[in-house]
């Protein structure tokens, strides 16, 4: 006979339609256990793939693809149908055997079942949140776990096959993951009933009805402005994971986000879409006032120019940019399209701009810029079509700006090639530009002063009062991009060379303390001062027919970070950096020295392995091993004699950079957050080497030798 909850004055006639419906379920069954797990079963299956219907719908309406998180990337509907038939196999055979499995579990434990009426919705309410923090832990630290080497390889590598996914890919996944981390999904109700002997089946279904829709919704690919998370900040939803599944890294939450911000996991992420922000979003927080005061600009603006009848736009595209923290803005407006009827005056061609005209001085510059998303700083990088380079960026902001008319008539110099994806706060570049100076002044280039009567006996840095020379900081900071900045510029003899008048180099390696032994890693690195040969310590350009690989390590140093970052990025651990001086580098060289130390700070290799590195007798040869990441890596300063005095605009502000977190040492660390997967660890001096630079030289010479001799 059914069983009413702890009220049997109650009549069937005082239940709601849901639980007589729950009631005449379980009495048309005359088996509980069937019963449950059928009920069980199809609530899996329709919440399941209902949830899914929506988001394929979705991929059919052409207006919704701009909510789209990948729509370059486009799922065949041959991917989708082998994900289907994987779903579908793993529902019957291995899901729904646990759910037969489930009945006696919760009864054993007390869970009532068949009971009525159900429970408030008071209690369903916290027990269902109870759950929803249960498994969220439950699920990131398991998700991290199956992220390490052999896990990932046998496990979890088949949800990842999908690096845009999409609802139905929630639960494609390796049958052993599936009962890994869906004991964190049932797992929490057990423990609840085991503890409390207070749950009803019903509130089961309504949890797991809802961490499906939650799991399906993080895998749908899709980020609606309904979406849950804008109005909960700490919900994940579809775009942190879709993140996770784009880069295989980071974003290790299901639920919630607070996991991924104390462990630090998110920093990518962060950065990452700090870069990618919308026109709506960078402004959205704007106040009325703030945004009336623009608007009245821009009517200021408009009375200034030609009228124009406001019903015959068709479409104006007003663009205001916030520019740092003080709310600086600019108004930028295009008028895309406008009524045949009004006659469109023809553009006067501007005057050719005549650089004979102006005098020109030679100056430095030194640079500040985020190398993430650069191919590098040189303008000959193979795929700067691809990706623009930092050099590349100044050329086209020097035109613009018309202090130099070709970048190979301006002798530029510069301090240092900075690699892709590395950044710079002291880059100093050299060059011929245009001058508001007269031409009897001796900080004129020679070949520019003309005969006069007027003594030229100015000294280089005595900058004539009476002259306003160009703004040259503010006015290439107007045209470059914001992740590229001039911070200070100086005038020079006419024969500097940024490159050769550096004393010195100063790079610094940021990185996160976690589980790194920093007493070694200084022992280690104290290992580089003075003068070493440094090939097995670089990467090797045969082209170059390099044979002096001596570098002179003036100074090693591994700090604590001073700066806190705990107000931006609370519960991150320890910042250090490795601070780096020399006069000179090679091709990656601090890269391969910065990988060698991580090594060492996981006790994976001993100090000792820097001193058999730099001698070539004991090791002739670069072992293989993987450099650390590029991305906290930074030309910190470029150092020159007194003579150099710069020149600061006060203005000129740098953002804050964030690193990532290295925080286990069951990964070979790179840098930057990323680590290097491997089952077993192989010592640097058994790996496998490259061959000898001697012998690659003479290959190489060879290879040229013979074009020459085809053409």
Known sequence: SFTFNSNNTLSINDLNFVEKAWDEWFKSFNNELIATAIISFLMHEIVYFGRCLPFWIADFIPSFQKYKLQPKEVNTVKKQWKCMKSVLLAHFFMELPLIFSFHPVATLFGMEITTVPFPHWHKIAYQ?????????????????????????????????????????????????????????????????VALTNDLHLITVFIWISLRLFQTIDAHSGYDFPWSLRHLLPFWAGAEHHDYHHMAFVNCFSTSFRWWDHIMGTDLIFIMTQSTQLSGIEKYANWSKEELIVKLLSYENQQTDNEQINNEQIDNVNDQIVNEDNESIIRTEVNVSKIQNSIPKKKKK????????????????????????????????????????????????????????????????????????????????????????????????????????NVETNIEINDVKTKIEEIPFVESLNNLLPDDIRIIAWTPVNPDFSARFNCRYRHYKYFFVKGNLDIDLMRDAANRFLGIHDFRNFCKLDPSKQINNFNRNILQVKIEKV??????????????????????AFLWHQVRCMMAILFLVGQKLETPSIIDNLLDITKTPAKPNYEMANELPLILYDCKYDNIIKWQYDLNVTLDEFVFSNIDTKKYIITGSGKEVKTRNYIKIEKRQTNEPVEIRNQKYKAKKIKLEQNK
């Not at 700066?563 to 490795?578: A, D, L, M, N, V």
């Open 562 to 583: 001073q700066q806190s970052f705990s107000s931006q990025f609370p519960g991150t651990k320890e910042f250090y950096e490795f601070n780096l001086i020399a006069n």
């Open 349 to 452: 061609s501007p005057r050719p701009f005549d650089m004979s005209k102006y005098s020109k001085r030679r100056i430095a510059l030194k640079v500040a810029y985020f190398g993430w998303n650069y191919h590098g700083f040189e303008t000959n990088a193979p795929n700067e079509k691809i990706r623009p380079t930092i050099e590349g960026q100044l050329f086209s902001a020097l035109k613009q700006a018309k202090m130099i008319s070709d970048p190979a008539e301006c002798n530029f110099t510069k301090c240092g090639r900075t690699d892709k994806g590395v950044s710079s706060l002291g880059q100093v570049v050299a060059f011929n530009v245009r001058s508001n100076l007269p031409h009897d002044s001796s900080e004129v280039l020679p070949s520019q002063n003309v005969e006069t």
């Open 128 to 192: 269902v949140a109870a759950f929803f923090v249960f498994e969220d832990t439950f699920h990131y630290w398991f998700h991290r776990l199956l992220h390490y080497g052999p896990f990932y390889k046998y496990i979890h590598k088949q949800h990842h096959e999908y690096s845009a996914p999409f609802g139905l890919t929630a639960e494609y996944a390796h049958p052993i993951e599936v009962l890994i981390l869906g004991t964190g999904t049932i797992g929490g109700p057990l423990l609840w």
